[in-house]
């Protein structure tokens, strides 16, 4: 019975009389139930299953994602490497594939997991220079404009709103008494009129 990868455990189905028994034994990638065991990745010859070629730090196992993982790229820096991964492959017609350049890279090394690129968003260098001059003279926009959106936090509404406070106490402390003072007069005047007649 053939198995697959995807999973660690290898389901073989027994018919015993009239019911069927499914047994399950753990595949052996050296690793019984670990997550992370890996097995070098090879390409084999069916249906004797003869090992014709091993692909250099490219692993699977239990779970195709976790030996990704685990992988490295360096077979694809290698020419050799990926015409005997071609030719066992068989694609055809025959794919031209050139090897990745070792001289390019900074951050990384042939030999970094696929989890350090993906860990580093593959990124190789970060280019964080503005050149608002060259954007400007590429697009000619007519206009620019943004909008600064902000929260105001709980200090600066009270420190508003004691200044709206005072602010208001001291204009009402002039407005209030000339307000008093200039409505007292008229009913002064009022009334003197009023007794005058």
């Known amino acids: 019975m053939a198995f697959i990868y995807e999973t660690n455990w290898k389901f073989t189905p027994e018919q015993i009389r009239q019911t069927t028994t499914v047994y399950t034994n753990s595949i052996s990638y050296n690793c019984g139930t670990s997550s992370t065991c890996i097995d070098q990745s090879s390409i084999y010859k069916y249906p004797n299953k003869t090992r014709l070629f091993d692909v250099k730090n490219f692993y699977t196992g239990c779970y195709v994602l976790e030996s990704l993982l685990q992988s490295t790229l360096e077979c694809f820096y290698n020419q050799s490497c990926i015409n005997q991964t071609l030719f066992h492959l068989s694609s055809s ?47 000619s926009p007519k206009q620019c404009s943004y909008i ?11 420190t508003t709103l004691f200044a709206v406070a005072g602010g208001l106490a001291t204009i009402l402390k002039f407005v209030v008494p000339n307000l008093m003072k200039f409505v007292r007069k008229r009913q002064r005047l009022q009334s003197n009129n009023g007794k005058s007649k």
Do not use: A, G, H
């Open 93 to 139: 017609p025959p794919m031209i594939v050139r090897p990745l350049e070792p001289s390019l890279l900074k951050e990384y090394s042939e030999n970094s997991t696929i989890q350090d690129l993906l860990n580093k968003l593959m990124i190789e260098e970060w280019n964080s220079s503005k050149l608002y001059d060259v954007y400007y003279n590429k697009c």
């Open 148 to 158: 600064l959106e902000t929260r105001n936090d709980l200090i600066y509404i009270f």
